[in-house]
């Protein structure tokens, strides 16, 4: 084999897997000048990384004969994001150091703990769990961190991004100074490399991710729809792949349950994963994947990480991913392990400049498509259904016996469409689709604004979030200085030192002169200046690159409005100091 020398209990294990070249990253962790050191390492899911981790550590672990008895305490420790990932890794591990004697323990939320703590007192030389749960462990003294030799953090930068820095810290604070620290990550953001900072020493950086391509066994795609037609997109996506495993993420729970039911009552053999799924539920989702059972995985984005299945070749992001990063690890579902995979976006009309951006910054190329129609659907069905009928097949002498009686009843030709008819029947039906087309998105782009708010008239507040701006107290501000209600307000925008509001033509001028006759200040109240914008809040942001905007205009008379005096005050200004001043805001201006 190609790997590097290593013991030859590990040397087995790897054979039985049928591994015979070490992908990139296990090339890299084995290189004579990684030996013994701290180690940051980016790589791209489905890249092996576990098994590079798993042997990056055999020297920390096994003895000269390549074995490892009974430990006191454990030697190796590894740490991941979630409950799925923590359990793969724990899986991996099991194999390749199954011939060493090496125990693996796994301590994760949704288990018994009362369980967990009694493996860990039977001596496993690797624990695996999720930050949560190993730190829980730790400080009840049931993880005995004292002899650790090796710490791995997988997908760091998830774990930063799910709020767990307190939690890992706390661990690694628990360790001894003289481990090593092995950090995993697909992204390297300042938190990472501050967390690599504190806890590694003369760390060597590992890199194995094409830097024009996250994944080149990605293919990506994108279409756009109206955004009334999204789960109809996903109908028709779904038909027209008929991949053997398919993974649909939303953004929320809710929107899960929703697709999920949807998709049940359509015909498809779906799961759902997310959340408020307990460990139970989730392992026969992944069961039942596994097995054929179901076809279609609906989940959050809880299940971006952690989860291996060697059938998934379509993931569907069906609500829109919140960053580059997200679309990545999303996507990194498929296309693992030299398998080809496609990842499709639905990108409703309105989100294309944004998407176009987050895809610039993935440096990722993806082909702008229509939503295949029912006509471009049973195409495909008509290439697949022949391609499964003329492949070859075996036949007892009970289907010739049936065949000569069907052929005595029917014509061929009859029961070959038979046969079509009945597949075509176990299958969901395509839906129809408006046309992608400039009407359509100009349609589209109507729906998005509410009724008498077609056409709108900016006004700008010269205070932002710098000065405590907030909706729950500028919308009560904007309804009583202009006598309107809320209802009559469109858009509402906070920037660094300025907010835009919408307010409809039609009411603009009566708005404009309401707030006049109410703008005399009181008392130290200091003034808050409102005037209309004919620019509006985005070209005023390009404008501010620029240069800072007054806050006097030649053409534009100001109308005041009164704010409390401590508006522009810093926390610990004022009459009151230590509290912020936009506290007196909340208070003050309480709708009524």
Known sequence: MTFPALPATVEAALTERGYETATPVQAEVLRPEAAGR???VSAQTGSGKTVAFGLAMVPELLDDAGR?????APLALVITPTRELALQVSRELEWLYQRTGARVATC?????????RKVLQSGPAIVVGTPGRLRDHFERGALNLSKLAVAVLDEADEMLDMGFREELEAILDGTPDTRRTLLFSATMPRPIEALARRYQTDALRIATISEGRGHGDI????????PPEVENAVVNLLRFHEAETSMLFCATREKVRHLHATLQERGFAVVALSGEHSQQERNQALQALRDGRARV??????????IDLPTLSLVVHVEIPRDAETLQHRSGRTGRAGRKGIAVLIVPFSARRRVEQMLGRAQINAEWQDVPDREMIAERDRERLLGKLLAPTDFDDADRELAHRLLAERSAEDIAAMLVHAHRARMPEPEDLIANSPQARAEAQKERHRPGFEDTVWFRMDIGRSNGADPRW???LICRRGHITRNEIGAIRIGQAETYFQIPRTIADKYAAAAARTAEPQGDEEVVH???SEAGPREAARSNRQRRPSRSSADNAFVKAKAPARS???PGAGPNPGKPAHHKHKRKFKPT
């Open 474 to 476: 500028l919308l009560p």
């Open 568 to 570: 522009f005050s810093k």
């Open 68 to 72: 490892i008895g009974f430990a006191q």
């Open 530 to 532: 409102i005037e209309r």
């Open 108 to 116: 994760v939320g949704g288990m018994n703990p009362s369980a967990e």
């Open 38 to 40: 701290d180690l940051v």
């Open 219 to 226: 293919a990506y795609q994108a279409v756009t729809v109206s």
């Open 297 to 306: 995985c609906v989940a959050t984005d809880v299940a971006a990480r952690g």
